[in-house]
């Protein structure tokens, strides 16, 4: 049987550069809206060292002490997938075609250097659970644990979970196949973790 994963940010280092919005940008949420048929965000991030301690998270300018600074999935502000442009080509390259993916670019800045990043958006909302066998809140279509449809989603090597609103659009909830999942860890794509996705 094929297999699925969940696909994010890795979240087992003490020191992280995190890529931060400015002062006042709005809310992830209230981005995507804003950011519908446009391909670039309307303002640059800056770089910053978060320390992250037993019950704290220390925030700097300093980037001094991180061992890779620009991993190829990035944290951010925005708990969005931010990936550099190699992750991107990869992803691209071995997409099936029936994703329906595009990208918003972002500028990243550190105060010697800026580097290009690539946030992924869905333009369909993917068609991708097994409903009788996810788990709800009872009396609600608010799912505790997904189970996805191993005939639905075997036509993509990338996909949402199905989000209410449009936050289904740029989501930090990724899944891939297994076929990606390998030649990423092939490629030694930086920053990232594999669970495996519940099938039916």
């Known amino acids: 049987m094929k297999k699925y ?5 890795k979240q087992s280092y003490t020191k992280v550069a995190s890529a931060y919005a400015p002062s006042g940008a709005k809310l992830a949420q209230e981005l995507i809206e804003d950011l519908e048929n446009k391909y670039e965000l309307p303002f640059e991030l800056n770089m910053v060292k978060l320390t992250i301690g037993k019950n704290s998270i220390e925030e700097s300018d300093d980037l001094n002490g991180i061992e ?13 997938p931010l990936f550099s442009n190699r992750l991107k ?3 691209s390259n071995h997409l099936t075609g029936q994703e329906n993916i595009d990208w918003i670019s972002a500028k990243i800045n550190t105060l010697s250097e800026q580097k290009e990043y690539y946030i992924p958006r869905f333009r369909d909302k993917l068609d ?4 009788e066998n996810s ?3 009872p009396d609600t279509d608010h799912i505790i644990k ?6 639905k989603i075997s036509q993509y090597s990338i996909f949402h979970f199905p989000l209410d609103s449009n936050l289904w659009k740029i989501t930090s ?3 891939i196949s297994d076929e990606l999942k390998k ?3 092939k490629e030694k794509i930086s920053g990232v973790c594999f669970d495996k996705a519940n099938l039916a």
Request: charge should be negative; hydrophobic fraction near 50%; proline fraction near 5%.
């Open 128 to 131: 991708v659970l097994d409903k």
């Open 68 to 80: 890779t600074i620009w991993l190829d999935y990035l944290p951010n502000s925005f708990a969005w």
């Open 183 to 185: 030649i990423l860890q």
């Open 135 to 137: 788990t709800y809140i």
């Open 173 to 175: 909830i990724l899944y």
């Open 89 to 91: 080509s990869i992803i």
């Open 5 to 9: 994963y969940l696909f994010g940010s």
């Open 146 to 151: 997904p189970c996805f449809s191993l005939f």
